[in-house]
């Protein structure tokens, strides 16, 4: 396997990690989003840091970004993870990756508090949120409808270690 690298997102960014995304959104286990927004929408939705690609032979496999939670100041220090790996790369290691690096810069820019929704089928992306020291605060049950169906959303956390109260 080749070296997977790190790097920071940017709008150049964007064409690959929207086709990363609409993969993510064709499983109707990722996300309730039912298309990828454009470049504009996304950009105003999540924070200006902590937004991270993973490279494989230059090629852009995976994506992490963090979302405020609020506006509220009390919140500031809280963020909401989206995190998706390309099918074709996915159990190689690569959210692993993604998933150090966002931890590490999160707590490098005062965030205390990681969430992360996702829905109870996606067993994927709870072992590797469980990997990294998220747990579980409850189940969200039948809060929102994909397809005319209600669905469920395991709701985690994770407390930052530097911060001192995990």
Not at 19 to 45: L, R
Not at 75 to 88: C, L
Not at 141 to 150: L, Q
Request: net charge positive; glycine share 8%; hydrophobic share 40%.
């Amino acid at each position: 396997m080749h070296e997977v690298i790190i790097e920071k997102m940017t709008e150049k960014s964007w064409k690959e990690v929207a086709k990363i995304y609409q993969a993510g959104i064709a499983t109707k286990n990722a996300t309730f989003e039912t298309e990828v927004p454009d470049w504009e929408t996304w950009d105003k939705s999540h924070r200006k840091d902590c937004r991270l690609v993973a490279l494989m032979n230059h090629q852009i496999v995976g994506w992490v970004a963090l979302s405020s939670v609020s506006s509220r100041c009390i919140y500031a220090g809280v963020a909401e993870v989206s995190i998706y790996v390309n099918p074709d790369f996915q159990r190689k290691g690569i959210g692993d990756k993604l998933m150090e690096a966002v931890i590490t810069e999160s707590e490098a820019k005062g965030i205390w508090t990681l969430q992360a929704g996702i829905f109870p089928e996606n067993k994927g992306s709870l072992a590797l949120h469980y990997k990294h020291g998220f747990r579980t605060v409850g189940i969200k049950k039948r809060i929102g409808k994909m397809d005319n169906i209600w669905r469920d959303v395991t709701f985690l956390e994770r407390r930052s270690k530097v911060a001192g109260i995990n």
